[in-house]
Nanobody
Framework: QVQLAESGGGSVQAGGSLRLSCAGS????????MEWYRQVPGKEREFVSG???????TYADSAKGRFTISRDNAKNTLYLRMNSLKPDDTAMYYC????????????????????WGQGTQVTVSS
């Protein structure tokens, strides 16, 4: 069973830093891309940053220069280092794994499938 568990959220003052983690399990040795999204109540979930298995990264404009995404493939863990946090960064942060077939561990034999974690709350006060 594929599972993603985020951690590292919390409350910080503007200008502070946090490092989020997302521990994945249930998809050993499967090709995957990982991403961070965030969502505030009443708004759609928005892309923050993504990283492919080879380490290629992408960032939303709001994250460029302040956030750094990384991953440890051996541990199936995704990270997001967030610096210079602003009140606008306040949101629930979710990690998403896109698994590509074949992925026997996830019974995925064709195409791809997305999996989400439960989220971790980040609150930035001014």
């Amino acid at each position: 069973q594929v599972q993603l568990a985020e951690s590292g959220g919390g409350s910080v003052q503007a200008g502070g830093s946090l490092r989020l983690s997302c521990a994945g399990s249930g998809y050993t040795n499967c090709r995957n891309d990982m991403e961070w999204y965030r969502q505030v109540p009443g708004k759609e979930r928005e892309f923050v940053s993504g990283i492919e298995r080879d380490g290629s990264t992408t960032y939303a404009d709001s994250a460029k220069g302040r956030f750094t995404i990384s991953r440890d493939n051996a541990k199936n863990t995704l990270y997001l280092r967030m610096n210079s946090l602003k009140p606008d960064d306040t949101a629930m942060y979710y990690c998403r794994a896109t698994l590509y077939s074949p992925c026997p561990a996830a019974f995925l034999w064709h195409g791809f499938s997305n999996y989400w974690g439960q989220g971790t709350q980040v609150t930035v006060s001014s």
